[in-house]
Protein backbone atom coordinates (compact mmCIF):
# COMPACT_ATOMS: atom_id res chain seq x y z
CA UNK A 1 0.00 0.00 0.00
CA UNK A 2 1.49 3.24 -1.02
CA UNK A 3 2.12 5.98 1.78
CA UNK A 4 -0.01 8.99 2.27
CA UNK A 5 1.96 12.52 2.28
CA UNK A 6 3.45 12.90 5.71
CA UNK A 7 1.38 16.89 5.71
CA UNK A 8 -1.67 14.94 4.83
CA UNK A 9 -1.50 12.42 7.71
CA UNK A 10 -1.17 15.10 10.15
CA UNK A 11 -3.61 17.78 7.97
CA UNK A 12 -1.21 20.18 7.89
CA UNK A 13 0.42 22.36 5.04
CA UNK A 14 4.02 22.04 4.32
CA UNK A 15 5.00 25.27 5.19
CA UNK A 16 3.69 24.23 9.33
CA UNK A 17 5.94 25.35 12.04
CA UNK A 18 6.78 23.10 14.81
CA UNK A 19 4.18 23.71 17.43
CA UNK A 20 1.29 23.65 14.53
CA UNK A 21 3.08 19.67 13.83
CA UNK A 22 2.62 19.28 17.20
CA UNK A 23 -0.31 20.04 18.03
CA UNK A 24 -1.97 18.28 15.05
CA UNK A 25 0.18 14.78 16.20
CA UNK A 26 -0.99 15.25 19.77
CA UNK A 27 -4.78 15.71 17.90
CA UNK A 28 -4.69 12.65 16.12
CA UNK A 29 -2.20 10.10 18.86
CA UNK A 30 -5.06 10.95 21.45
CA UNK A 31 -7.89 10.01 18.78
CA UNK A 32 -6.49 7.03 17.81
CA UNK A 33 -4.87 6.06 21.22
CA UNK A 34 -5.46 2.04 21.80
CA UNK A 35 -6.70 3.23 25.19
CA UNK A 36 -9.47 4.56 23.76
CA UNK A 37 -9.92 2.37 20.93
CA UNK A 38 -9.37 -1.38 22.45
CA UNK A 39 -9.53 -4.08 19.66
CA UNK A 40 -9.19 -1.65 16.72
CA UNK A 41 -6.72 -2.66 14.32
CA UNK A 42 -7.64 0.08 12.08
CA UNK A 43 -7.19 3.10 14.75
CA UNK A 44 -3.89 1.07 15.62
CA UNK A 45 -2.73 1.51 12.28
CA UNK A 46 -3.55 4.82 11.50
CA UNK A 47 -2.02 5.95 15.14
CA UNK A 48 1.25 4.67 13.89
CA UNK A 49 0.72 6.48 10.31
CA UNK A 50 0.53 9.78 12.68
CA UNK A 51 3.52 8.89 14.98
CA UNK A 52 5.66 7.96 11.47
CA UNK A 53 4.83 11.47 10.19
CA UNK A 54 5.36 13.53 13.38
CA UNK A 55 8.69 11.56 13.65
CA UNK A 56 9.92 13.48 10.47
CA UNK A 57 8.56 15.93 10.14
CA UNK A 58 9.60 16.66 13.85
CA UNK A 59 13.04 16.11 13.23
CA UNK A 60 14.82 19.43 11.10
CA UNK A 61 17.39 17.08 8.91
CA UNK A 62 14.56 14.39 8.21
CA UNK A 63 11.84 16.86 7.39
CA UNK A 64 14.25 18.58 4.85
CA UNK A 65 14.87 14.96 3.54
CA UNK A 66 11.20 14.22 2.86
CA UNK A 67 10.39 17.82 1.82
CA UNK A 68 13.73 17.18 -1.29
CA UNK A 69 13.27 13.42 -2.35
CA UNK A 70 9.35 12.33 -0.37
CA UNK A 71 9.07 8.94 0.53
CA UNK A 72 12.04 7.85 -1.48
CA UNK A 73 14.12 9.68 0.43
CA UNK A 74 13.37 8.36 3.92
CA UNK A 75 13.23 4.87 2.70
CA UNK A 76 15.71 2.02 1.04
CA UNK A 77 13.32 -0.08 -0.37
CA UNK A 78 9.80 -1.74 0.30
CA UNK A 79 9.99 -3.01 3.90
CA UNK A 80 13.85 -1.98 4.39
CA UNK A 81 13.25 0.32 7.79
CA UNK A 82 14.35 2.93 5.94
CA UNK A 83 13.87 6.73 7.26
CA UNK A 84 14.67 6.68 10.76
CA UNK A 85 11.32 5.72 11.81
CA UNK A 86 8.43 3.37 10.18
CA UNK A 87 4.85 3.32 12.24
CA UNK A 88 4.72 -0.12 10.58
CA UNK A 89 7.87 -1.64 11.98
CA UNK A 90 8.61 -0.37 15.19
CA UNK A 91 6.26 -1.79 17.99
CA UNK A 92 3.69 0.52 20.50
CA UNK A 93 6.36 0.28 23.13
CA UNK A 94 9.00 2.21 20.52
CA UNK A 95 6.13 4.40 19.95
CA UNK A 96 5.42 5.32 23.48
CA UNK A 97 8.75 5.41 24.33
CA UNK A 98 9.78 8.36 22.10
CA UNK A 99 6.58 10.76 22.06
CA UNK A 100 5.47 9.76 25.15
CA UNK A 101 6.49 12.92 26.59
CA UNK A 102 4.73 14.72 24.18
CA UNK A 103 1.65 14.42 26.41
CA UNK A 104 2.21 14.94 30.13
CA UNK A 105 0.15 14.35 32.60
CA UNK A 106 -0.66 10.51 33.75
CA UNK A 107 -3.02 7.93 33.38
CA UNK A 108 -5.45 6.31 30.21
CA UNK A 109 -4.27 8.19 26.87
CA UNK A 110 -2.72 11.07 28.90
CA UNK A 111 0.59 8.92 29.39
CA UNK A 112 2.42 6.57 27.46
CA UNK A 113 3.81 3.07 29.03
CA UNK A 114 4.87 -0.26 27.54
CA UNK A 115 1.24 -1.44 28.39
CA UNK A 116 -0.56 1.93 26.32
CA UNK A 117 -2.27 3.25 28.96
CA UNK A 118 -1.25 3.90 32.53
CA UNK A 119 1.68 5.85 34.15
CA UNK A 120 5.21 6.69 32.00
CA UNK A 121 7.89 5.13 31.92
CA UNK A 122 11.49 5.89 30.97
CA UNK A 123 13.32 3.71 28.54
CA UNK A 124 17.01 4.28 27.48
CA UNK A 125 17.55 4.88 23.36
CA UNK A 126 20.79 4.00 21.91
CA UNK A 127 22.90 6.52 20.05
CA UNK A 128 22.45 6.54 16.05
CA UNK A 129 25.77 5.19 14.57
CA UNK A 130 26.77 6.72 10.48
CA UNK A 131 28.66 5.14 7.87
CA UNK A 132 29.66 6.16 4.47
CA UNK A 133 29.37 4.17 1.30
CA UNK A 134 30.72 5.18 -2.34
CA UNK A 135 28.55 4.12 -5.08
CA UNK A 136 29.38 3.69 -8.55
CA UNK A 137 26.80 4.90 -11.63
CA UNK A 138 26.54 1.44 -12.23
CA UNK A 139 25.44 0.75 -8.97
CA UNK A 140 22.98 3.77 -8.57
CA UNK A 141 21.34 3.03 -11.46
CA UNK A 142 20.04 -0.15 -10.65
CA UNK A 143 19.95 0.27 -6.84
CA UNK A 144 22.26 -2.47 -4.49
CA UNK A 145 22.77 -4.54 -1.20
CA UNK A 146 25.98 -3.76 0.72
CA UNK A 147 26.95 -5.30 4.02
CA UNK A 148 28.51 -3.43 6.86
CA UNK A 149 30.23 -4.75 9.62
CA UNK A 150 29.31 -2.72 12.80
CA UNK A 151 31.20 -2.16 15.91
CA UNK A 152 28.68 -1.39 18.16
CA UNK A 153 26.55 -1.76 21.54
CA UNK A 154 24.72 -4.84 21.36
CA UNK A 155 22.80 -6.46 23.95
CA UNK A 156 24.03 -8.25 27.00
CA UNK A 157 24.29 -12.10 25.99
CA UNK A 158 24.90 -12.98 29.86
CA UNK A 159 21.80 -11.03 31.24
CA UNK A 160 19.72 -10.93 27.84
CA UNK A 161 20.19 -6.95 28.27
CA UNK A 162 18.09 -6.49 31.65
CA UNK A 163 21.50 -5.35 33.41
CA UNK A 164 20.84 -8.08 36.41
CA UNK A 165 22.90 -11.30 37.33
CA UNK A 166 20.27 -13.68 37.54
CA UNK A 167 16.47 -13.87 37.32
CA UNK A 168 15.73 -12.62 40.53
CA UNK A 169 18.04 -9.68 39.92
CA UNK A 170 15.76 -7.06 39.20
CA UNK A 171 12.56 -5.74 41.40
CA UNK A 172 9.73 -3.17 41.06
CA UNK A 173 10.65 0.45 42.35
CA UNK A 174 9.45 0.48 45.69
CA UNK A 175 8.83 4.66 45.73
CA UNK A 176 7.23 4.45 42.33
CA UNK A 177 5.53 1.26 42.54
CA UNK A 178 6.96 0.92 38.57
CA UNK A 179 5.18 3.45 37.29
CA UNK A 180 8.31 5.46 36.54
CA UNK A 181 6.80 8.96 37.78
CA UNK A 182 5.93 10.07 41.02
CA UNK A 183 2.80 12.29 41.95
CA UNK A 184 2.87 15.08 44.08
CA UNK A 185 -0.25 16.93 45.70
CA UNK A 186 0.19 20.39 46.69
CA UNK A 187 -2.47 22.64 48.45
CA UNK A 188 -2.64 25.85 46.82
CA UNK A 189 -4.76 29.17 47.40
CA UNK A 190 -6.55 27.65 43.94
CA UNK A 191 -7.21 24.21 45.67
CA UNK A 192 -4.83 21.22 45.34
CA UNK A 193 -2.13 20.93 42.72
CA UNK A 194 -1.17 18.13 41.25
CA UNK A 195 2.32 17.54 39.28
CA UNK A 196 4.07 14.77 38.08
CA UNK A 197 7.60 14.23 38.06
CA UNK A 198 10.07 11.27 37.21
CA UNK A 199 11.25 9.35 40.01
CA UNK A 200 14.99 9.79 41.20
CA UNK A 201 15.25 6.60 42.89
CA UNK A 202 14.74 4.25 39.62
CA UNK A 203 15.59 7.04 37.24
CA UNK A 204 12.25 6.98 35.75
CA UNK A 205 12.45 3.17 34.78
CA UNK A 206 9.96 1.73 37.17
CA UNK A 207 12.44 -0.92 38.48
CA UNK A 208 16.08 -1.51 40.33
CA UNK A 209 18.83 -3.69 39.50
CA UNK A 210 19.80 -5.51 42.93
CA UNK A 211 22.34 -7.74 41.30
CA UNK A 212 24.49 -6.14 38.81
CA UNK A 213 25.23 -7.98 35.41
CA UNK A 214 29.37 -9.15 36.22
CA UNK A 215 29.42 -9.27 32.51
CA UNK A 216 28.12 -5.46 32.04
CA UNK A 217 28.45 -3.79 35.01
CA UNK A 218 24.36 -3.42 35.20
CA UNK A 219 24.11 -1.69 31.75
CA UNK A 220 22.47 -4.86 30.06
CA UNK A 221 25.20 -3.49 26.39
CA UNK A 222 28.63 -4.50 25.75
CA UNK A 223 30.65 -3.66 22.52
CA UNK A 224 30.08 -6.01 19.90
CA UNK A 225 29.62 -6.01 16.14
CA UNK A 226 26.90 -7.10 13.78
CA UNK A 227 26.81 -7.08 10.10
CA UNK A 228 24.34 -5.19 8.57
CA UNK A 229 22.58 -5.08 5.08
CA UNK A 230 21.35 -2.31 3.87
CA UNK A 231 19.23 -2.05 0.82
CA UNK A 232 20.81 1.48 -1.63
CA UNK A 233 17.74 2.14 -3.61
CA UNK A 234 18.49 3.05 -7.13
CA UNK A 235 18.65 7.05 -8.28
CA UNK A 236 20.61 8.17 -4.94
CA UNK A 237 22.76 11.31 -5.48
CA UNK A 238 25.88 12.20 -3.74
CA UNK A 239 25.23 13.96 -0.21
CA UNK A 240 22.26 11.90 0.52
CA UNK A 241 21.68 10.45 3.74
CA UNK A 242 19.67 7.54 4.43
CA UNK A 243 18.75 5.70 7.87
CA UNK A 244 17.97 2.61 8.78
CA UNK A 245 15.91 2.42 11.59
CA UNK A 246 16.95 -0.03 14.90
CA UNK A 247 20.51 -0.58 13.21
CA UNK A 248 22.23 1.47 15.44
CA UNK A 249 23.69 1.02 19.01
CA UNK A 250 21.75 -0.86 21.66
CA UNK A 251 19.84 0.61 24.47
CA UNK A 252 20.64 0.07 28.23
CA UNK A 253 18.36 -2.28 29.74
CA UNK A 254 16.63 -3.22 26.44
CA UNK A 255 15.54 -0.10 25.71
CA UNK A 256 15.08 1.30 22.02
CA UNK A 257 17.78 0.89 19.52
CA UNK A 258 19.47 3.78 17.22
CA UNK A 259 19.55 4.45 13.76
CA UNK A 260 21.70 3.27 11.58
CA UNK A 261 22.92 6.75 8.93
CA UNK A 262 24.32 5.78 5.65
CA UNK A 263 26.11 8.53 4.00
CA UNK A 264 26.33 8.22 0.19
CA UNK A 265 28.71 9.42 -2.05
CA UNK A 266 29.60 8.71 -5.50
CA UNK A 267 32.58 7.95 -7.05
CA UNK A 268 33.63 10.19 -9.95
CA UNK A 269 33.06 8.92 -13.34
CA UNK A 270 36.27 9.32 -15.82
CA UNK A 271 34.36 9.45 -19.10
CA UNK A 272 30.40 10.20 -18.10
CA UNK A 273 29.54 13.38 -15.71
CA UNK A 274 26.59 13.65 -13.70
CA UNK A 275 23.82 16.52 -14.23
CA UNK A 276 21.02 15.18 -12.00
CA UNK A 277 19.42 12.30 -13.71
CA UNK A 278 20.86 13.19 -17.15
CA UNK A 279 24.57 11.94 -17.90
CA UNK A 280 26.91 14.07 -19.97
CA UNK A 281 29.71 12.46 -22.55
CA UNK A 282 32.26 15.04 -24.36
CA UNK A 283 32.76 13.75 -27.85
CA UNK A 284 35.47 14.09 -29.45
CA UNK A 285 35.13 13.62 -33.58
CA UNK A 286 38.63 13.70 -36.22
CA UNK A 287 37.89 16.49 -38.83
CA UNK A 288 37.40 13.90 -41.46
CA UNK A 289 34.52 11.93 -39.24
CA UNK A 290 32.78 15.73 -38.34
CA UNK A 291 32.76 16.67 -42.43
CA UNK A 292 31.87 12.63 -43.57
CA UNK A 293 30.12 11.13 -41.42
CA UNK A 294 30.38 7.67 -39.49
CA UNK A 295 29.54 5.90 -36.88
CA UNK A 296 31.65 6.15 -33.30
CA UNK A 297 30.98 3.81 -29.62
CA UNK A 298 29.68 6.21 -26.90
CA UNK A 299 30.29 4.82 -23.47
CA UNK A 300 27.25 4.29 -21.31
CA UNK A 301 26.19 3.02 -17.53
CA UNK A 302 25.63 -0.79 -19.19
CA UNK A 303 28.30 -0.41 -21.98
CA UNK A 304 29.70 0.88 -25.02
CA UNK A 305 26.70 1.69 -28.41
CA UNK A 306 26.83 2.78 -31.88
CA UNK A 307 26.14 6.13 -32.23
CA UNK A 308 25.77 7.19 -36.16
CA UNK A 309 27.17 10.60 -36.94
CA UNK A 310 25.39 13.16 -39.89
CA UNK A 311 27.45 14.21 -42.76
CA UNK A 312 28.83 17.98 -41.81
CA UNK A 313 28.07 17.42 -37.86
CA UNK A 314 29.30 21.10 -36.12
CA UNK A 315 31.32 21.27 -32.93
CA UNK A 316 28.63 21.98 -30.05
CA UNK A 317 25.78 19.60 -31.56
CA UNK A 318 24.19 17.64 -28.72
CA UNK A 319 22.93 13.95 -29.42
CA UNK A 320 20.28 12.72 -26.82
CA UNK A 321 20.51 9.16 -26.25
CA UNK A 322 17.00 8.80 -24.18
CA UNK A 323 16.88 6.25 -21.59
CA UNK A 324 20.44 5.73 -20.96
CA UNK A 325 20.94 8.35 -17.66
CA UNK A 326 19.94 7.80 -14.17
CA UNK A 327 16.30 6.27 -12.88
CA UNK A 328 14.38 9.24 -10.63
CA UNK A 329 14.70 8.22 -6.96
CA UNK A 330 10.84 8.99 -6.73
CA UNK A 331 10.36 6.86 -9.86
CA UNK A 332 9.35 9.85 -12.34
CA UNK A 333 11.59 8.42 -15.13
CA UNK A 334 15.01 7.93 -16.37
CA UNK A 335 17.44 10.75 -17.32
CA UNK A 336 18.83 10.78 -20.56
CA UNK A 337 22.73 10.76 -21.81
CA UNK A 338 23.83 13.50 -23.70
CA UNK A 339 26.50 13.75 -26.13
CA UNK A 340 28.40 17.03 -26.47
CA UNK A 341 29.70 16.58 -30.16
CA UNK A 342 33.35 18.54 -29.72
CA UNK A 343 36.16 18.43 -33.24
CA UNK A 344 39.69 17.92 -32.88
CA UNK A 345 42.08 20.18 -34.85
CA UNK A 346 45.53 19.04 -35.39
CA UNK A 347 48.45 21.00 -33.92
CA UNK A 348 50.87 19.62 -36.39
CA UNK A 349 50.89 18.71 -39.86
CA UNK A 350 53.06 17.23 -42.39
CA UNK A 351 53.36 18.96 -45.72
CA UNK A 352 51.63 16.79 -47.59
CA UNK A 353 48.45 17.61 -45.10
CA UNK A 354 49.41 20.98 -44.88
CA UNK A 355 49.21 21.16 -49.28
CA UNK A 356 46.19 19.32 -49.00
CA UNK A 357 44.27 21.82 -46.91
CA UNK A 358 45.48 24.81 -49.01
CA UNK A 359 44.15 23.34 -51.64
CA UNK A 360 41.00 22.68 -50.14
CA UNK A 361 40.32 26.24 -48.87
CA UNK A 362 39.82 27.64 -51.60
CA UNK A 363 36.61 25.71 -52.02
CA UNK A 364 33.22 27.35 -51.22
CA UNK A 365 32.16 24.15 -49.02
CA UNK A 366 35.17 25.31 -46.80
CA UNK A 367 34.41 28.85 -46.30
CA UNK A 368 32.43 29.23 -42.83
CA UNK A 369 28.07 29.10 -43.61
CA UNK A 370 26.70 32.73 -42.65
CA UNK A 371 24.08 30.33 -40.90
CA UNK A 372 26.08 28.28 -39.01
CA UNK A 373 27.91 31.25 -37.51
CA UNK A 374 24.88 32.47 -36.62
CA UNK A 375 23.90 29.43 -34.72
CA UNK A 376 27.55 29.39 -33.21
CA UNK A 377 26.80 32.67 -32.29
CA UNK A 378 23.81 32.56 -30.68
CA UNK A 379 24.94 29.46 -28.52
CA UNK A 380 27.68 31.27 -27.08
CA UNK A 381 25.93 34.34 -26.25
CA UNK A 382 23.38 32.16 -24.31
CA UNK A 383 25.83 30.56 -21.98
CA UNK A 384 26.51 34.28 -20.66
CA UNK A 385 22.88 35.48 -20.85
Avoid at 289 to 305: C, M, N, Q, S
Avoid at 353 to 368: I, M, R, T, V, Y
Wanted: glycine share 14%; hydrophobic share 30%; proline share 3%.
Amino acid sequence: MEKRDYYEVLGVSKDANDAEIKRAYRKLAIQYHPDKNPDNKEAEEKFKEAAEAYSVLSDKEKRARYDQFGHAGMSGAAGGGFGGFSGGGMSMDDIFSMFGDIFGGRGGFSGFSSGYGGAQQRRFRGSDLRVKVKLNLKEISTGVEKKFKLKKYVPCSHCHGTGAEGDGGVETCPTCKGSGSVIRNQQTIFGTMQTQTTCSTCGGEGKIIKNKCKECGGEGIVYGEEVVSVKIPAGVADGMQLSMSGKGNAGKHNGVNGDLLILVEEETNKELIRDDNDLIYNLLLSFPTAALGGAVEIPTIDGKVKVKIEPGTQPGKVLRLRGKGLPDINGYGTGDLLVNVSVYVPEALSKEEKKALEQLEGSDNFKPNPTIKEKIFRKFKSLFD
